[in-house]
């Protein structure tokens, strides 16, 4: 089962966003495989996130996410969204 991890972000965490990437997307629905597990701090708008079990997360501006190396899931962004993010 895959845990993905939804927190809001503390000042520590959003530091360390200083040097990430930015992504940024309009709403839509895309489906994804994640080669490597993934950190990001949602910046503006929401999605959630399915994966292929079944569990269900969504995140919005402020949120912390860690979705592990291996997840399966598909997007639904239903505002348009930009975070800051880290792999690995």
């Not at 490597?36 to 292929?52: H, Q, R, S």
């Not at 997840?71 to 800051?84: A, F, G, P, Q, V």
């Amino acid at each position: 089962m895959v845990h993905i991890m939804v927190s809001k972000a503390n000042d520590v965490q959003k530091q360390k966003t200083a040097n990430w990437s930015a992504w940024e997307k309009e709403p839509s629905t895309f489906a994804y495989e994640y080669p490597e597990c993934e950190t990001f701090y949602v910046l503006e708008g929401k999605a959630e996130i399915v994966t292929n079990t079944g569990d269900k997360c969504s995140f919005s501006v402020g949120d912390w996410v860690i979705i592990p190396r291996g997840t399966i899931c598909n997007w639904t962004i239903s505002e348009k969204i930009k975070k800051k993010y880290k792999f690995g």
